[in-house]
C-alpha cells in the first residue's frame, strides 16, 4: 500500500452518530443489524477514508456507509430467494432518489433522510451525482442477484463489470467534492484522465476488500468476488487466486499512481483534494479490510 496510514480525529463522535442515527429509523431493532454493524465499525472506515474532513461530513459519510452496510446484506438476503423478489426495495430507493418520492419502509425513510443530509451540505450539482450514482448502485444489485441464481459459473469480466457498480464507492466522490473549499470545476471532473481514476480507485477499494472477504464468500456460496473469480477463471487453490487478485489490485493502483503524477500540475486546488479522496477509499479500505471484525477469517486462506 503506497499510500500512508489516517484515521480521522472526530472518529469517536461519528460512531456514535451512526448508532443513534440507524436507531431513529429502527433499523437496529431488526434481526441482525446491531451485531453486524458492530462487526463491520463504519465510522471507522468513514475515518480512515476520509481523515481530514470536518466532523459534519464525516458523519454523513458514516452514515452512508452503514446505510450501505444494511441495504447490501438486506438485498443478498432477499436475491437468494430470487432476484424478482428485489423489486420492491430496489423500485423504491429508485424513485426516492430519482423522483423524490416518499418512502414506504423503514430503510427507505433512512435514504430519503442520508439524502435530505447530501442536499443540505452539498450543492445541487453534487447532489445530482450523489443520486445518479446511488442509482447504478441499486442497480447493480439486482445485475448481481441475477448472476447468483444463473447456473452458469460468472466469468472474470463479468465479474468485475457487476462488482464495479455493487462497490457502492462512487456514490461518495460527491462528499469528497463537498470537502473541498471549492467546487472542482466541471471540466476537471469530467475530465478523461480524472474519470480515468475514478474508476481505478472504486475498483481497487472494492477488490482489496474482495480479498479480505473471500474465505466468507467462498463458504456462502457467493460469486462476485474478484479473488473467487480468478479461482473459477485458472481453476486454482484460493490462495493462488488471492495472488492473483493481489496481482491485478497492484496493477490498478500502480496505474493511478502514474496517472494522478500526469494530470496533478494541471488541476486547481479543488481538483487535487478530490483526487485525494479517492486515495482515501483506497489506503482506507486497506487498513479497514484488515482489521476489520467483518474479515476475521481471512487467515483461514492460507489453508485453501
Known amino acids: 500500500m503506497p499510500f500512508p496510514f489516517l484515521r480521522n480525529r472526530h ?31 463504519p465510522a471507522q472506515l468513514a475515518s480512515y477514508n476520509s481523515p481530514t474532513t470536518d466532523p459534519a461530513l464525516l458523519q ?18 432477499v436475491g437468494r430467494r430470487g432476484p424478482d423478489r428485489l423489486l ?9 432518489l430519482r423522483d423524490g418520492r416518499p418512502p414506504s419502509t423503514a430503510l427507505g425513510a433512512a435514504l430519503a433522510d442520508l439524502h435530505r ?35 452458469s459459473p460468472v466469468r472474470l469480466g463479468l465479474c468485475n463489470s457487476i462488482r464495479s457498480l455493487t462497490a457502492g464507492v462512487e456514490p461518495f466522490y460527491p462528499l469528497c467534492e463537498a470537502a473541498q473549499e471549492r467546487e472542482p470545476a466541471d471540466d476537471e471532473l ?7 481514476l475514478a474508476r481505478l480507485s472504486a475498483d481497487a477499494a472494492v ?4 480479498l479480505f472477504s473471500a474465505v466468507k464468500e467462498q463458504r ?11 479461482q473459477r477463471a485458472h481453476r486454482c487453490s484460493l490462495r493462488m487466486a488471492v495472488m492473483l487478485a493481489i496481482e491485478q489490485i497492484n496493477d490498478t493502483i500502480e496505474e493511478f499512481e502514474k496517472l494522478h503524477a500526469e494530470i496533478r500540475p494541471e488541476l486547481s486546488p479543488g481538483g487535487v483534494g478530490y483526487v485525494e479522496g479517492m ?15 467483518r474479515y476475521e477469517d481471512a487467515a483461514a486462506v492460507s489453508a485453501c
Open 220 to 230: 456462502a456460496g457467493e460469486m462476485i468476488n474478484l479473488a473467487l473469480a480468478h
Open 279 to 293: 486515495i482515501g477509499w483506497i489506503r482506507g479500505c486497506y487498513h479497514w479490510s484488515r482489521t476489520v471484525p
Open 117 to 151: 443530509q447530501v442536499r443540505d451540505r452539498c450543492t445541487p450539482a453534487q447532489t445530482a451525482r450523489w443520486a445518479w450514482a446511488g442509482r447504478e448502485y441499486v442497480h447493480g444489485l439486482l445485475y448481481e442477484a441475477v448472476a447468483q441464481a444463473h447456473c
Open 11 to 41: 472518529e469517536p463522535g461519528a460512531a456514535a452518530g451512526v448508532d443513534t442515527w440507524l436507531a431513529s429509523w429502527g433499523l437496529t431493532g431488526e434481526p441482525g443489524v446491531a451485531a453486524m454493524i458492530a462487526r463491520t465499525r
Open 88 to 96: 420492491p426495495m430496489l423500485c423504491e430507493s429508485i424513485g426516492i
Open 60 to 77: 454523513i459519510v458514516a452514515n452512508q456507509i452503514a446505510y450501505q452496510f444494511v441495504f447490501d446484506d438486506r438485498a443478498e438476503e
Open 190 to 196: 469530467h475530465h478523461p484522465a480524472v474519470r480515468r
Open 207 to 210: 477488490w482489496i476488500a474482495d
